[in-house]
């Protein structure tokens, strides 16, 4: 379980260089947090099946998604 924190915080922070290198706009890094969750959930997670490896992968790349828009209103204020 302390595997999957960490590559949330790999995600979040491949998502944050995607953001400040300016490789896409900004609404569409959500996206680009789930894709590399997925990626992230298929190659690192030990799972024994496919559809194992890719809903941890969702639920990878939405954490980091969650955690993406919540540092954004924490810092606006």
């Known amino acids: 379980m302390f595997e999957i924190t960490i590559i949330i915080a ?6 944050e260089l995607i953001k400040r290198l300016g490789f ?3 609404r569409y890094l959500p996206a680009a947090s789930v894709l590399l969750g997925l990626l992230a959930g ?3 997670v030990d799972v024994p099946t ?3 490896k ?3 992968g969702l639920m990878i790349g939405l954490s980091a998604a ?4 919540q540092s954004k209103i924490v810092t606006k204020k």
């Not at 969650?66 to 828009?69: A, I, K, T, V, Y």
């Open 10 to 15: 790999v995600v979040l922070a491949l998502t």
């Open 24 to 26: 896409m706009p900004v």
């Open 42 to 44: 298929i190659i690192n």
């Open 50 to 52: 496919l559809q194992e």
């Open 54 to 56: 890719i809903m941890f």
């Open 66 to 69: 969650g955690l993406f828009d």
